[in-house]
């Protein structure tokens, strides 16, 4: 069974200049770091035109389905029927994109069933973790 799960999804970027209608981005999920997801941006579709990644909570994409959440760099909420609403908060700016929600459901259903929502303690090694960090230590 793979560990890495990736889906495209279709992200319309709010607000741009040069208008984009919509962008290819991608959201990651790997159970070796159970609690996070990644959504990657192509380099075409950021002001510093290099590839960008943000990494977030899974609970966040998943809470944000059905209401505001987040309060940090990132936040989530729904839009409409079918779209959830992505901001992405940095200094140098703040990029808000649009995704379908089903796109969402279906990356979160696959995420769970690799590791499901309130298992994912079960994925870490923390003996492991704890002597790679003793190991930099010295």
Do not use: K
Not at 12 to 28: D, G, K
Not at 69 to 93: C, I, K, Q, S
Request: hydrophobic content about 45%.
């Amino acid at each position: 069974m793979s560990i890495v799960i990736e889906q495209p999804v279709e992200a319309r970027l709010v607000a741009a200049a040069p208008r984009m209608p919509s962008i290819p981005a991608t959201l990651h999920y790997d159970r070796r770091d159970p609690f996070a997801v990644r959504m990657t941006f192509p380099a075409p579709a950021t002001l510093e035109g290099v590839e960008v990644c943000w990494t977030f909570a899974r609970d966040l994409l998943a809470a944000g389905l059905h209401g505001a959440e987040g309060h940090g760099d990132v936040r989530v909420r729904p839009y409409g029927f079918d779209r959830t609403v992505l901001e992405f908060h940095a200094p140098e700016g703040t990029a808000v994109v649009h995704v379908h929600s089903s796109e969402v459901r279906r990356f979160l259903a696959a995420t769970g069933e690799l590791v499901p929502a309130g298992l994912e303690h079960l994925q870490l090694d923390l003996d492991h973790d704890l002597a790679e960090l003793m190991r930099d230590a010295y």
